[in-house]
């Protein structure tokens, strides 16, 4: 029985992913998430904003950003305040997250000035402040529980697209964006990335994309196929596509603007 070695978690999800070329990305999501962007060549982050490592393909290298708590904040916000929607869930025998995102879609772009902060046990990409901690701002009167719930898929939706606009800043194409893990499974939050950051988001029918890459890996050195690009094109299999809408990108542009700014201001020594 032949032997395979395997790789890291994140790189063997990047392949999972499909991200084999230069500028291919991988939103890796769970607790918390890692942007993983697939290099052609090594080029380390000077300010230590991105860590450069190897991916599991040879002769490629990949950046790798971590979000904390991306995931863990919707969960929070589930165990300390979505008792009546767990109940429902429950009753429907439906997830709550599905719950949730009907909710949300009752909420305008920009959740009505609410805006939201991640930053539970301080923040890695994209602000870079150990300190930070996480915020609503801009309560109003008017804002429901759905206002919370939307405003927590954006808040983390915009720390994907500030990530991005690091990698562009070192130089980096973006070009394909694929979302993996935990978020890929809710179509409003995918939804909300593409318009967010402009961009087709692929979601894969695996949603596991490490154990999938770690599958790729044993095929390729069991001799199932002869290289990587035959590998992923047979193995890595797309659900949806996701294509940005320009009106609601418009309206996230003004709101987007207005919330970095407020970022700065809370954090201010935030690297946004």
């Known amino acids: 029985m032949p032997v395979v070695g395997g790789g890291g978690d994140r790189p063997c999800e990047a392949l999972g992913g499909g991200a084999l070329r230069n500028g291919d990305v991988v939103l890796g999501t769970g607790t918390g998430s890692v942007v993983e962007v697939c290099l052609e060549n090594p080029s380390p982050d000077g300010k230590k904003r991105a860590d450069c490592c190897c991916h599991v393909i040879p002769g490629r290298w990949e950046y790798e950003m971590t979000i904390m708590t991306t995931g863990a904040s919707m969960r929070w916000f589930r165990d300390v305040f979505g008792s009546e929607e767990r109940s429902l869930a429950e009753k429907l025998n439906r997830d709550v997250y599905s719950v949730f995102d009907e909710m949300a879609e009752r909420v305008p772009a920009g959740s009505e000035g609410l805006c939201f902060y991640p930053y539970f046990m301080g923040a890695r990409a994209p602000i870079y402040d150990p300190h930070a901690r996480g915020v609503f701002y801009g309560i109003a009167l008017g804002h429901r529980k759905e206002h919370f719930i939307r405003a927590i898929l954006e808040g983390v939706a915009f720390q994907y697209a500030g990530a991005l606009k690091v990698i562009s800043d070192l130089g980096v ?70 294509e940005p809408d320009p009106e609601t990108h418009r309206k996230y542009l003004e709101f987007i603007e207005r919330y970095w700014e407020i970022c700065r201001k809370l954090f201010p020594l935030s690297y946004i």
């Open 173 to 242: 194409k973006i070009g394909k964006i694929t979302v993996v893990g935990g978020e890929a499974k809710s179509d409003l939050w995918n939804r909300l990335k593409a318009d967010i950051m402009n961009m087709p988001i692929i979601v894969t029918k695996i949603k596991d994309a490490a154990a999938l890459g770690s599958a790729i890996l044993a095929s390729i050195g069991s001799g199932i196929y002869s290289n990587f690009e035959e590998a992923v094109k047979n193995m890595v299999s797309i659900e949806k596509i996701y």
